[in-house]
């Protein structure tokens, strides 16, 4: 299995500097395992989205799209459940 390139967009890097410290490592690693597999156990693919996933992290979620052809994954927003989908 190919190893998947990350893009982690400007508003999702932005995110993480605003997020306790005790939980980034935790994001961060689960970040760096979507590029083995960006269909771990537990993601769900969003409605009425085309290739976008989600997965948990405790109470926050990462929001990311998969992109087949070009063998990338885009992480587009990291934010608390309560405000992420919004």
């Known amino acids: ?7 982690v967009t400007q508003t999702a890097e ?9 939980i980034v490592p935790k994001i961060l690693g689960a970040i760096q395992a979507l590029s083995l597999n960006p269909y771990p156990f537990g ?3 969003l409605a009425g989205e085309h290739d976008t996933f989600r997965i948990r992290v405790q109470t926050y ?4 799209e998969v ?20």
């Not at 299995?1 to 893009?7: D, I, P, T």
């Not at 932005?14 to 005790?22: D, Q, V």
């Open 1 to 7: 299995m190919e190893k998947y390139r990350l893009v």
């Open 14 to 22: 932005k995110a993480l500097y605003k997020l306790p410290k005790k």
């Open 43 to 45: 993601c769900r693919k």
């Open 61 to 64: 979620r990462i929001i990311y």
């Open 67 to 86: 992109h087949e052809t070009t063998i990338e994954i885009k992480v587009l927003k990291i934010g608390h459940r309560k405000d992420v989908y919004r």
